[in-house]
């Protein structure tokens, strides 16, 4: 070898190739035999279906499963009696571990508005 492809590679493999190499072995060893140990708490099952049931029954569900019922939102619906949950994040099926957040949205019920008179209506009914 050249002194000058010598002196030039010396440099390079000591100062970077050698610490790149070293630390995406590091980061191996730690994704690999590490990590699984911290993220691993709990089997995964899948999650049950609430949509539909209560607020109370769904609470009761996911408390069996050791899962919290969070509630994300009311919504009015026309189809849906008040207190049902319409619908759930994650979606049923999906697998969850023991401890998660389960968010719903529950009904609000049917919306009943006030419609206001006209003021022609009022003067033509007071006629």
């Not at 493999?13 to 994704?31: G, H, K, Q, R």
């Not at 209560?54 to 009761?60: I, L, N, R, T």
């Not at 408390?63 to 008040?82: D, I």
Request: hydrophobic letters at 45%; proline letters at 7%.
């Amino acid at each position: 070898m050249s002194p000058l492809v010598e002196r030039f590679w010396k440099p390079v493999l000591t100062y970077i190739l050698i610490p790149l190499l070293s630390l995406w072995f590091l980061f191996l060893v730690f994704d690999i035999m590490i990590m699984p140990i911290f993220t691993s708490h709990g089997q995964e099952f899948a999650l049950p279906q609430v949509v539909g049931k209560s607020e109370f029954e769904a609470q009761k569900i996911l408390e069996k499963h050791k899962l919290n019922l969070q509630v994300a939102g009311r919504e009015f619906s026309s189809s849906m009696p008040e207190g049902i949950v319409l619908t759930q994040l994650p979606a049923a099926g999906m697998p969850v571990k023991s401890g998660r957040n389960i968010k719903v949205v529950v009904s609000a019920g049917v919306r009943v508005s006030e419609v206001p008179m006209s003021s022609a209506y009022r003067c033509s009914r007071q006629s």
